[in-house]
């Protein structure tokens, strides 16, 4: 067993495919099946159940490539550690980000980030809260911006900062009229969410009361998947919205329609956290991302100082 045998199963599980496999590593089909073959022959053990149509990974199969992706990380954090004698934060950094963060947060940081530090380059993704976590744990990503408390042994949290929610609604809308909007305002208002899977919609649930079987009717059924969809909706005039504070930057703050002021109620926030694997061997570059984060964060959110979040 070798790094390359382990480079071919990943490539394989990847793409779910032995061409598509074969082209990422850079070698024949033949010469990349025949390579798994003997390492399966090794293990006594089958990685891939093989079809004319697909490709699947076996249960062990998981297990192995769990291990594999552990051992081709240090292998390139070894390689790291040799190019620190040179530069300490060269390479890549592979960083996902939640839909309702991404494109709010990354536009105010990326162009800082390559002149403070031209040497390193950001790799960005954008998923989910439960699909960063499991590429967190595959080994896919090294870091992740999350809104949503974490509890997981092998994964350190650092915060960032806390976000404040503003409420957005129609210019026509009665809250147009108010000084003052209150939690029961919230709780009697027609509320769009964003489709299941996305921690802002049980985040707003969870501040204005809701249940799942409180949310009926017309509203039930105008989700979205993207917080830009929401507010067109609000725009049209099909209810109200709650909206992270980065996201007032957004194109949507003129010219829509929309109408929105910052929510003054208890715990109508969030807090946004870097999470990464406690094994994971670029502190350095981390720290240099947070850095960055801070410095750039509009004075619409509350800077938390971007430490370690304590072990209660």
């Excluded at 060269?90 to 403070?116: C, D, E, F």
């Excluded at 080994?139 to 976000?163: G, K, R, S, V, Y």
């Excluded at 984060?293 to 509009?298: D, E, K, S």
């Amino acid at each position: 067993m070798n790094l390359r045998d382990l480079e071919y199963i990943v490539a394989v599980a990847d793409s779910q495919h032995f061409g598509k496999a074969a082209r990422r590593c850079f070698v024949s089909q033949p010469t990349l099946s025949g390579q798994i073959k003997k390492l399966e022959d090794e293990l006594g053990v089958s990685i891939f159940e093989r079809s004319n149509r697909r490709v699947r990974v076996t249960d062990i199969g998981e297990e192995i490539l769990r291990h594999a992706r552990q051992m081709l990380e240090q292998a390139q954090a070894i390689r790291n550690l040799s190019a620190a004698q040179r530069d300490p934060l060269a390479g890549p950094l592979r960083i996902g980000a939640i839909p309702t963060i991404s494109p709010y947060l990354m536009p105010l940081i990326l162009v800082p980030l390559k002149q403070q530090h031209p040497q390193l380059r950001l790799v960005l993704s954008e998923e989910i809260t439960e699909r960063l976590l499991q590429r967190l744990h595959d080994h896919e990503i090294d870091a992740a911006l999350l809104a949503t408390a974490i509890d997981e042994p092998d994964l350190e949290t650092i915060p960032l900062f806390d976000e404040p929610f503003w409420i957005a609604y129609p210019h026509d809308h009665p809250f147009y009229l108010k000084e003052h909007i209150t939690r029961r305002d919230l709780e009697n208002t027609e509320l769009l969410l964003l489709a299941e899977g996305h921690c802002l919609a049980q985040q707003v649930r969870d501040l204005c009361h809701l249940k799942d079987h409180d949310q009926g009717g017309e509203m039930a059924d105008l989700r979205a998947s993207s917080l830009e969809t929401l507010l067109q909706l609000v725009g049209a005039g099909f209810g109200t919205t709650l909206v992270p504070a980065l996201a007032m930057g957004g194109s949507w703050t003129t010219g829509t329609g929309v109408v929105a002021h910052e929510l003054k109620l208890r715990n109508a926030s969030r807090r946004v956290s870097l999470v990464y694997r406690k094994s994971f061997p670029r502190q350095q570059a981390l720290q240099v991302l947070i850095k960055v984060i801070l410095q750039q964060l509009p004075n619409t959110v509350n800077r938390i100082g971007g430490k370690r979040a304590r072990k209660r």
